[in-house]
């Protein structure tokens, strides 16, 4: 059985994100999307919140588990009997960190290996913080994240919104 893990911030997950996942379930048996639980990271959405909206939007994807960790992510597929990272590539500006990322999870274990995936054309200026900004300045993102994410980010929006003119 071949096992993947496609770690991330999912913050939160994205059409972009789904893309790459879905891509992903056709080239292994198991892909366990991990959402990493990182406090050195300052993420917006709770790592609870962001795994419930992954678990919405997956639901039904069979070959697709959803799961959170801490420490290093190399440990972490070890632990899952995985031998593969999955990492989705969208501009230039993405190689290096990437590529340094890759390096060093192989010099702490040779036998885990990167694979990248090209982002999709329509999706390659998409990220998580550029659908938080758009959405919280009042845009339109329901062509760019499942609808679960959307509807969240819209109630959370509203919320806002009434508390700032009560
Ligand atoms: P991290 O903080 O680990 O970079 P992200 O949630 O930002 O977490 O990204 C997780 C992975 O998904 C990364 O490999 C990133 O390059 C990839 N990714 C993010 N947005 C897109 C997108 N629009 N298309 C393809 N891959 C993407």
Redesign the pocket.
């Known amino acids: 059985m071949r096992i993947a893990i496609?770690?991330?911030?999912?913050?939160p997950?994205?059409?972009?994100?789904l893309?790459?996942l879905n891509r992903a379930t056709h080239l292994f048996d198991k892909v366990i999307i991990a959402v990493?639980s990182n406090p050195i990271?300052n993420c917006f959405f709770g790592v609870e919140e962001r795994l419930e909206l992954i678990k919405a939007t997956t639901a039904e994807m069979p070959k697709v588990e959803v799961d959170s960790f801490d420490g290093l992510t190399v440990v972490y597929a070890v632990k899952q009997n995985a031998s593969i990272l999955?990492?989705?590539?969208?501009a230039l500006s993405?190689f290096e960190?990437?590529l340094q990322m890759a390096q060093a999870n192989k010099s702490i274990n040779p036998n885990i290996e990167t694979i990248?995936?090209?982002?999709?054309l329509e999706?390659?200026?998409?990220?998580?913080?550029l659908v938080r900004e758009i959405s919280f300045l009042g845009g339109d993102i329901s062509d760019v994240v499942p609808k679960c994410v959307n509807e969240y980010i819209s109630k959370l929006r509203e919320k806002r919104f009434t508390n700032d003119y009560k």
Do not use: Q, V, W
């Open positions: 496609y770690p991330g911030s999912f913050d997950i994205t059409n972009g994100h893309d790459i990493l990271k999955i990492r989705g590539l969208r993405d960190h990437e990248f995936l090209m982002c999709s999706y390659a200026y998409l990220s998580s913080s």
